[in-house]
């Protein structure tokens, strides 16, 4: 008898322990408060031959939080600090790839530059924005959050300037496609940006060591330049990477709105890009990470956001919930919590047996 | 012999706050002397510099105190636009005096740091995830309140709001005619606030416990020093500073919407690294920080008289400063390390 116990204890212990069991949960619950409101939450329909329901509105709606977030991962996990300046970073790509493709005029209905030189000019500004963080964090050893503040307040500042000011607007129909439809594709593109994306950066780290020198350097800077790798450059290589990221989600969200809105394009992200990363069972402290758990994450606050918007609750007031949601998870995470909830924990098990007695 | 007396006079942060001293006082002259006809040269431009700066003077002091600690605080910016907003709100929708819009300003404060405080330094939270979420909450509550803009109209409120004080001194302008000089009371309780803190940090118990813990956390502590209880004082009294000078700045902006206040999170920190503040901690003045403001407002004031640049330039240029210095500690910190080897 005490051996099944003991045996389903076990059991039980294995599944939460599980490091994708809470952000499983998380996203489960907020579906199952969807559903139990709005019953039809997942049913899917083909109207006018495209994919059309709530979920598939989360999935894409969420698709650049999804890159954002996997950058915002690797940063965490090496440096310890997020990169408040992705959502900036954003408005600076799409501020670049529209320039280029108007040739400065303020609206264009044809590409005065070719597609891919506007996309590639992007990335490499966003490149240069990553190596400017890197390069703080990573040589200079500056809290990764003061560095990436910088560019944080500075970034829509420049993708201003880039844009004089104005809304560019590209009402072009192939510059669509990427916030859209490809041809007759009933899923949307986004979709598959994001599915890229998490495939292309799973399989680099999980062929190569870049993973687990990553895990290293965020669990011991030093103990891990001792044995021989060179901490500085792989810190500095993700932030390079979460730009670039940041830089592919910006297209994105810019060939949504066929403009590139200073103003607007990645605005609050950040935050739902940390909240994703710490949703997903990361510590924000760096070290341990899982790709998976911040896709889940992810996945969840779009959830979430687009309930948020069904109860009527508007744009300016979302941040309110996501920061109650974002300390509840740090406190939930922070060491002194787990001791004192281990110490309740051990303190009734211990009254179970003097009670046993 | 003298030589060493002078290396020792001059210190890591003496010479990061000469820096600033230095720099406001060649880009003031500066301006004196590419814009006297637009009226730079007067003194009622400098008293102008702390007009409309009072309130971030106040928050860049609490700021310092917390980044003395090791700390920051980036919430400031959206804490004011809610102390605004409800100063607001509570005057003109639901027709309290203005004594109660005061009270509640640094209430509103007080609580912000309460929470912040207590979540980094009892639980050992970083501080910068603690007061991003502090941040979103505050502006997002702002809006909870009301998303429209409310001016304030309240009697008591705007005389407060125009009450000169006339200086002994002033200038001729353009016409001929002789105009004193005049400040604002929130230049007063800005000033008072920082000789207050200045002398706070230098002479008191409390102020000597912020430097030893930013400066060494680990001997602060084999000291007997209580560095959770120190840091929760540094949070709150940052938060009630960031109340207080909340309400200063409603005070010179008449009113409360959503975006007020946007960067002004950015404006603290860059005003107080300018003014030789480390961000690691252990080293500050709040002189220095007072300085760092006013290059701030110097910055603003000499891109709105050039007149052809956008009110971006500010936010660029106050960015590249704040990096500039930055590399600056940096680079003086890692000579240190060197030194001391």
């Known amino acids: 008898m005490i051996e099944k116990v003991g045996n389903r204890k076990h059991c039980y212990k294995k599944i939460t322990e599980r490091r994708l069991f809470m952000p499983l949960v998380c996203l489960f619950i907020v579906l199952l408060a969807n559903v139990i409101k709005t019953p039809d939450f997942f049913k899917v329909s083909i109207n006018n031959g495209v994919l059309y329901g709530y979920t598939i509105d989360i999935l894409n709606r969420g698709s650049e939080l999804i890159i954002l977030s996997i950058g915002m991962t690797l940063v965490t996990a090496a440096s310890g600090g997020q990169d408040i300046s992705v959502g900036a970073v954003m408005a600076v790509a799409a501020a670049v790839c529209c320039q280029i493709l108007s040739g400065g005029a303020v609206t264009t209905n044809t590409f005065e530059n070719p597609l891919i030189i506007a996309i590639l000019a992007a990335f490499t500004v966003s490149i240069l924005c990553g190596m400017f963080n890197g390069f703080l964090v990573a040589r200079l050893h500056i809290q990764p959050m003061v560095a990436t503040l910088i560019l944080y307040t500075a970034g829509r500042g420049i993708a201003q300037l880039i844009t004089k000011g104005q809304i560019t607007y590209i009402r072009v129909d192939n510059y669509k496609i990427l916030g859209g439809y490809i041809g007759s594709c009933p899923v949307p593109t986004p979709i598959f940006a994001a599915i890229m994306t998490v495939i292309i950066v799973f399989l680099v780290i999980k062929n190569t060591a870049l993973g687990l020198y990553i895990e290293c350097v965020g669990i011991n800077g030093s103990a891990s330049r001792l044995v021989g790798l060179n901490s500085a450059m792989l810190k500095f290589l993700t932030y390079i990477i979460c730009s670039l990221l940041a830089g592919v989600a910006g297209i994105v969200a810019s060939s949504r709105i066929y403009s590139a809105d200073a103003n607007n394009i990645g605005l609050n992200l950040e935050m739902d890009a940390i909240l994703a990363v710490a949703l997903g069972g990361n510590i924000l402290s760096g070290g341990k990470f899982s790709l998976a758990g911040s896709v889940i994450g992810a996945i969840t606050i779009q959830a979430l956001t687009t309930t948020l918007y069904a109860m009527k609750v508007s744009a300016d007031q979302l941040p309110v919930y996501k920061a109650i949601v974002v300390i509840v998870i740090v406190i939930l995470q922070s060491p002194i919590f787990k001791k004192y909830a281990a110490g309740l924990v051990s303190k009734r098990a211990a009254e179970g047996i003097e009670g046993a007695n | ?341």
């Open chain 2, 1 to 341: 012999m003298k030589n060493r007396r002078l290396k020792k006079g001059i210190n890591s942060s003496t010479f990061l706050l000469m820096i600033t001293i230095i720099l406001f006082f060649t880009m003031y002259i500066a301006g004196m002397i590419i814009y006297s006809d637009n009226g730079f040269a007067k003194p009622q431009m400098f008293l102008n510099l702390l007009i409309s700066n009072a309130g971030l003077i106040v928050i860049g002091c609490g700021m310092t105190l917390v980044m003395i600690t090791g700390g920051i605080d980036i919430s400031v910016g959206s804490v004011t636009a809610l102390v605004c907003m409800s100063a607001a709100y509570v005057m003109e929708n639901k027709g309290c005096n203005i004594y109660v819009a005061v009270a509640i300003s640094i209430v509103l404060g007080g609580v912000f740091g309460i929470v912040q405080g207590y979540l980094i330094a009892y639980l050992d939270i970083q501080p910068f995830i603690v007061t991003l979420a502090g941040m979103f909450f505050g502006r997002g509550m702002t809006a909870v309140i009301s998303t429209d803009m409310i001016s304030i109209k309240n009697e008591l409120f705007l005389k407060w709001a125009n009450c000169k004080i006339y200086l002994p001194f002033g200038s001729v302008n353009r016409k001929g005619v002789y105009q004193q000089a005049y400040i604002y009371p929130t230049v007063i309780i800005a000033l008072a606030i920082v000789i207050i803190l200045s002398f706070a940090l230098k002479y008191t118990k409390f102020g000597r416990r912020l430097y030893a813990i930013g400066g060494n956390q680990q001997s602060a502590l084999m000291m007997g020093l209580n560095i959770r209880k120190t840091k929760m004082q540094a949070y709150i009294l940052n938060g009630f500073l960031t109340g207080i000078g909340g309400f200063l700045f409603c005070l010179n902006s008449c009113a409360g919407f959503v975006e007020q206040a946007k960067g002004m999170e950015m404006d603290g920190i860059s005003a107080a690294v300018i003014g030789g503040t480390l961000l690691s901690g252990g080293v500050g003045t709040v002189i220095g920080t007072l300085f760092g403001v006013l290059i701030k407002g110097t910055i603003s004031c000499l891109i709105t008289t050039q007149g052809t640049l956008s009110s971006w330039w500010v936010r660029i240029v106050l960015s590249a400063l704040l990096c500039f210095f930055i590399v600056l500690q940096s680079v003086l910190s890692s000579s240190k390390k060197k030194n001391s080897r």
